[in-house]
């Protein structure tokens, strides 16, 4: 068995930087051919930056909108934690308002929020030691849960994976991506696919280019060419992340994860949800109660800027959807395994 220290020769990519007066973020809407970061300096850059997928990923949202409170704290004079929190909440209200399925990014403004009750003079040090713990306990969950997700799966395994949930999702190291990291380094997983992920790319742009500069080889296929691949005997497990994961497991993620769990289940291959306990929203009893974000149809009307569709034509473009805890097989948190994940299977683990 590999160690988790093992596995950094297999996690390369960073996607959030803090240099001491700025957040430094990979532009992922750039990726794969330009790596640039871009460079805030306020809480509302901050926003924008979540909104427009430069920083995307539910666990880096919450990284970054983190961050994004200590830089709102530069514009703020008062002398202790109470006072600030009045002062911030507005920049926060705008933060957490910039993307609404993945729980993560209200889960660490609430982090956030809570450090500055009953902190003194040093209120701003406060934000920066707790948007600094958030970062390196989401690294540190992401190894956990390799090691715990890639012992579920048998030697000589092929999985497919959708969206991008590795380093460039995460603080590092990544979550269905991370079991992807650590199955290979283990010699568990021999064949890795990766879905395309229309309409934004992720898969195409993102995953696959990350799994290059690890060197760990990985295949492409269309969205469409799932159930085909999976009819074909090559995948044993589909693993994928999740942006919230309510309390009786249905799994709100990347639109088109809820067709690969339909068409997994009609094939017998197994489905995985990997996440770390900030995805988890045990307030939300179903799937149905989850937002889903509907974002600009252009995305869908347009390759890179340039319609190539019919000028008249509409679209819908909601780019998250929910998988029913009935088709997922596992929940891998940093917490354990929650197998056939049910309200009571969750709560073992997520205790009132
Ligand atoms: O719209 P995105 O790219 O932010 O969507 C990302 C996903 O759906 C991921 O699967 C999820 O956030 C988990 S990332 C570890």
Redesign the pocket.
């Known amino acids: 068995m590999t160690t988790p220290l093992d596995y950094d020769r297999f996690d390369h990519v960073r996607p959030i930087r803090w240099t001491g007066d700025a957040l430094e973020l990979l532009d992922q809407r750039k990726l794969p051919f330009t790596v640039e970061y871009v460079r805030c300096t306020g809480s509302d850059e901050v926003a924008d930056a979540i909104h427009a997928?430069t920083v995307?990923?539910?666990?880096?949202?919450g990284i970054a909108a983190a961050w994004g409170v200590v830089l709102a704290a530069r514009s703020v004079e008062v002398g202790e934690g109470g006072a600030a929190a009045a002062q911030l909440e507005p920049a926060l209200q705008r933060l957490n308002a910039a993307?609404p399925t993945?729980v993560n990014l209200a889960w660490a403004l609430a982090r956030m929020r809570g450090v500055l009750v009953g902190a003194g003079p040093d209120w701003r040090q406060v934000l920066e030691r707790e948007a600094q713990a958030i970062t390196d306990e989401d690294l540190a969950a992401n190894r956990r849960m390799g090691q715990s997700g890639a012992a579920l799966i048998a030697p000589g395994s092929g999985v497919l994976t959708?969206?991008?949930?590795?380093s460039l999702?995460?603080a590092g190291f990544?979550?269905?991506?991370g079991v992807i990291r650590a199955g290979v380094a283990d010699g568990r997983i021999s064949r890795v696919f990766a879905g395309e992920t229309r309409p934004?790319n992720?898969g195409a742009r993102l995953t696959v280019w990350e799994l290059q500069q690890d060197g760990i080889d990985a295949t492409l296929i269309a969205d469409a060419a799932a159930a085909h691949l999976m009819a074909s005997g090559q995948v044993q497990w589909v693993i994928?992340?999740?942006?919230r994961i309510c309390a009786n497991g249905d799994t709100a993620?990347?639109i088109g994860?809820y067709a690969l769990a339909i068409a997994a289940r009609h094939h017998g291959v197994k489905f995985m949800v990997v996440?770390p306990s900030s995805?988890v929203d045990m307030a939300t009893a179903s799937g149905d109660l989850i937002a889903i974000e509907e974002r600009d149809p252009a995305e869908l009307l347009q390759f890179r800027g340039e319609r190539v569709v019919a000028e008249g034509v509409r679209a819908w473009n909601p780019?998250?959807d929910v998988t029913p805890h009935t088709l997922i097989d596992a929940i891998v948190t940093e917490r354990g395994v929650v197998e056939r994940p049910d309200t009571s299977a969750m709560r073992v683990h997520f205790p009132a």
């Open positions: 997928l995307r990923g539910a666990p880096a949202i993307r993945a959708h969206c991008n949930t590795g999702a995460t990544g979550t269905a991506l934004w992720q994928v992340g999740a942006d993620n990347k994860t996440a995805t780019v998250f």
